[in-house]
């Protein structure tokens, strides 16, 4: 992902952190961007999904640790870098991560935010917005947490709410296996509605997931455009 490794001018060598790293995809990507002889570490409150990271990326040489993102175990001013991917929407009370995140970078480091965003997509991506919109709907529903995509403003807006400097904003498109991986998903999601059979949403989102599917099968399916924030401490 070289559009990262542009996005940081100048990091110096030491320890970057990926925040909510689920499977490490990001955290790999940081890896890359990173200049030689860095450490790159993942967290994430889920530990199955932290020991499906170690699994998949063992030969990388990262550490992935489970942890809570909103009192982590670090010493104030330990990174050169901490990020966070397409997990805001998850957090509930997302300004005490972001707090920490504050709080484990040194000064000079970077904040690295990376967020899809809801509006202005095509046919395809607004296929990809509606499936996420549905499946938010669900973990909410199986006592997960999950907000609607956002528009790109509003992640601007919470990005410059921060005490940051020298802001940048760069959207970007993912490659094409993402979209594979996401018709996947398309072809299980009335499946998915199946989880919460018998409450009182079931007959709506039942619906809701076929006529998503009946518009991937016209439009067919692409990630939405991404928004790549970045600040210096």
Request: aromatic share 6%; charged share 30%.
């Amino acid at each position: 992902m070289t559009i990262l490794k542009e996005a940081l001018p100048g990091v110096h060598p030491g320890k970057a952190l990926d925040v909510g790293t689920r499977f490490g995809e990001f955290a790999v990507r940081l890896a890359e961007a990173m200049p030689e002889g860095s450490e790159v570490i993942g967290i994430d409150n889920d530990a199955s999904a932290a020991e499906k990271a170690r699994e998949k990326f063992a030969e990388k040489g990262l550490l992935f640790q489970q942890m809570d993102a909103a009192a982590m175990d670090y010493p104030d001013e330990t990174f050169e870098v901490v990020a966070l991917s397409n997990t805001l929407h998850h957090i509930e009370d997302y300004g005490k991560v972001l707090s920490e995140m504050l709080r484990v970078l040194k000064p000079g480091g970077f904040l690295v935010l990376n967020e899809m965003y809801r509006d202005g997509q095509d046919a395809a991506q607004q296929v990809h917005e509606a499936q996420h919109t549905l499946e938010a709907k669900l973990d909410c529903l199986l006592g997960g947490y999950q907000r609607r995509t956002w528009k790109r403003k509003e992640i601007i807006e919470i990005f410059r709410g921060l005490p940051l400097r020298d802001m940048t904003f760069t959207d970007f498109h993912e490659e094409a296996v993402y979209d594979a991986k996401l018709e996947a998903k398309n072809r299980k999601l009335a499946e998915e509605v199946e989880k919460i059979s018998g409450q009182p949403e079931y007959q709506t989102l039942k619906q809701e997931a076929l006529d998503i599917q009946a518009r991937c099968r016209e439009n067919g399916i692409r990630r939405c455009t991404q928004l790549l924030c970045v600040g210096r401490k």
